[in-house]
């Protein structure tokens, strides 16, 4: 069977909810997973996000259009919700009876996890499910903003969930998904040397470090600039602070304008060369677009993949 699958959001403009957690990481996540673990069973996957897009209507046309042109036989998209704090639970939206019939027991797999029940849900609605062709759904894993939701939350339970539903079974080995930097326990000193050298945060001398595993006097200078550009006190010893920063770098997280964001827009407003303040505003969003500029890049402020990767890698 040739399934469309589509990690919802993650295309700016079109980003997604904030909560608890970010329903842009949890739909690439769990989405990434219900790929890798379809095409294990044998199954062709459309992949059916778009890279980028100029309006949050042109990234949901792209969707359609992929899915449409690809003449899958089953449209997924995958998104979580975000409420009031309160509300909680899994709702699966179809529109026509084929795609009721598939809903129902995707839904029934993810309540299984232990969450509330809210149905299948009509989802005329919405854009992706009125423009495709084939029997399609939308799923709400759950509450990114409910703390019972996100307490049960596991993005290979969810994921396993959503396959079983679309195919009565899973892949008998666990499969490899992307993984997410931000959860990386590896502190070793050759990860922390690699990290700082992506992050082009050189030693005393100015030079890149060698990655050979060793704590010397080169890494513990590169590691207390990197702690006196996150605002952290400087001890050269990357301790669970230091760490926690590396790593939320690392996972590449979608910034824009008028993000607090710490430790990741610190080091954002030290590579393209403005103050230091923490604060994502007008400032960094003018040296941001200088840089996408320079770069080739759409020059929108809004730092996304494309704009990660010339920064890190």
């Known amino acids: 069977m040739k399934f469309g699958i589509d990690s919802g959001h993650n295309c700016p403009p079109d980003t997604g909810a904030r909560g608890i957690k970010v329903e842009d990481n949890l739909t690439l996540d769990v989405g990434n997973r219900v790929i890798t673990k379809l095409r294990a069973l044998g199954h062709e996957v459309v992949v059916c996000k778009p890279s980028s897009a100029s309006t949050v209507r042109d990234s949901l046309s792209k969707r359609c259009a992929t899915a449409n042109g690809s003449r899958v036989d089953i449209y997924v998209s995958i998104h979580f919700n975000s409420f009031n704090g309160q509300a909680n639970g899994t709702e699966v939206f179809a529109t026509s009876e084929n795609g009721r019939k598939i809903a129902k027991p995707v839904l029934d797999e993810i309540v299984k996890l232990g969450f509330f029940n809210r149905g299948v849900k ?4 919405l854009f992706v499910l009125k423009n495709t062709d084939m029997p399609a ?3 709400e894993g759950c509450f990114i903003d409910s ?3 996100m307490n049960l939350y596991n993005p290979e339970a969810m994921a396993n969930a959503i396959v079983k539903g679309l195919t009565g079974k899973v892949p008998s080995a666990p499969v490899n998904p992307v993984p997410d930097e931000q959860g990386n326990i590896d502190t070793t000193i050759k990860r922390l040397q690699q990290a700082l050298n992506r992050f082009k ?26 702690q006196s550009i996150i605002g952290v006190q400087p001890t050269g010893i990357a ?6 920063a590396i790593n939320i770098i690392l996972a590449k997280r979608i910034i824009r304008l008028n993000h607090a964001g710490g430790e990741v827009v610190r080091y954002l407003q030290y590579r393209v060369g403005v103050e230091v303040d923490g604060v994502y505003g007008p400032q960094t969003e003018a040296a941001i677009k200088n840089f996408q500029k320079q770069n080739g890049l759409e020059a929108d402020g809004i730092v996304g993949p494309s704009s990660w990767q010339k920064l890190i890698g």
Do not use: M
């Not at 301790?239 to 926690?244: E, G, K, L, P, S």
């Open 147 to 149: 703390a019972k939701d």
């Open 137 to 139: 759904i939308l799923v």
């Open 239 to 244: 301790d669970a602070t230091t760490w926690n």
């Open 201 to 226: 945060i050189t030693d005393k001398n100015g030079q890149t470090l060698v990655e050979d595993g060793i704590n010397g006097a080169n890494t513990k200078s590169a590691t207390e600039k990197f």
């Open 122 to 125: 009509d989802g005329s609605h």
